[in-house]
């Protein structure tokens, strides 16, 4: 089945406001959860990542909470401009092995209206 | 940042024909990845692969798919015959280590047998 599931296929969010997009995950094993972005060119780019000791980290206007018990982990975009619109892909891999193989997400595509 | 390119962005080719996608990962990098993303799944991971050696691969690569590094020349996943399902999205990626390093991605190359 699939490991990692992204519920909303789409949002949209008007500039200035909170994008907030959501991940599942099955594997009780995943300790390393990842959000990338979608450029243009189609190559996801990582963004952010958190290991599961934490249950938060901030980068700039990224947020990652990350909830174990709840096995879910969301990204929090304050702020929302206009380039963030783009397809963010979610992603979990597990120690054991290597964190080599991820498990993705179908992606949500985020779109901010100005 | 790093980038990752792949040659060549689409391919259309007759089933049962062989194909040969390829990467050009990061120069220093020394893990390689394929995976595979059909329209409208999620993206999954194929192989990694190491020092020359393939080290993992999931269920999806197919005994009639090989990788290989010649020389350190392009990271090229070989699928010989093509057939039908084998339509999707190749991303390549690649890291400098194995554990935890972040894996750079490139824009895909879409293969639609017919």
């Known amino acids: 089945g699939q490991q990692v599931k992204q519920s909303s296929p789409s949002l949209t969010v008007q500039e200035g406001g909170i994008s907030i997009l959501n991940c599942d995950y099955e594997n009780d094993m995943f300790d390393y959860f990842a959000w990338y972005k979608k450029y243009p060119d189609n190559s996801p780019t990582l963004l952010i990542s958190v290991r599961s000791n934490v249950d938060k980290r901030e980068d700039g206007r990224l947020t990652v909470f990350l909830n174990k018990s709840g096995k879910h982990f969301s990204l929090h975009i304050t702020a929302s401009q206009p380039e963030d619109t783009a397809v963010y892909l979610c992603a979990a891999g597990a120690r054991n092995t290597g964190y080599q193989n991820f498990y993705f997400g179908k992606g949500t595509s985020l779109t901010v209206i100005p | 940042g790093p980038k990752v390119l792949q040659i060549p962005s689409h391919q259309i080719i007759d089933m049962g024909q062989m194909v040969t996608l390829n990467c050009d990962p990061v120069s220093n990098h020394l893990y390689f990845y394929w995976y595979k993303q059909i329209l409208g799944q999620q993206m999954e991971f194929l192989v990694n692969?190491?020092?020359?050696?393939?080290?993992?691969k999931s269920k999806l690569f197919k005994d009639q798919f090989s990788v290989e590094r010649p020389d350190g020349s392009y990271f090229t996943l070989k699928i010989q015959p093509t057939a039908l399902e084998d339509s999707a999205v190749y991303f390549c990626?690649?890291?400098?280590?194995?554990?935890?390093?972040?894996?750079?991605f490139g824009p895909g190359t879409r293969l639609l047998v017919l």
């Open positions: 990626a690649s890291s400098l280590e194995g554990q935890g390093s972040t894996q750079y």
């Open positions: 692969f190491y020092n020359g050696k393939v080290m993992e």
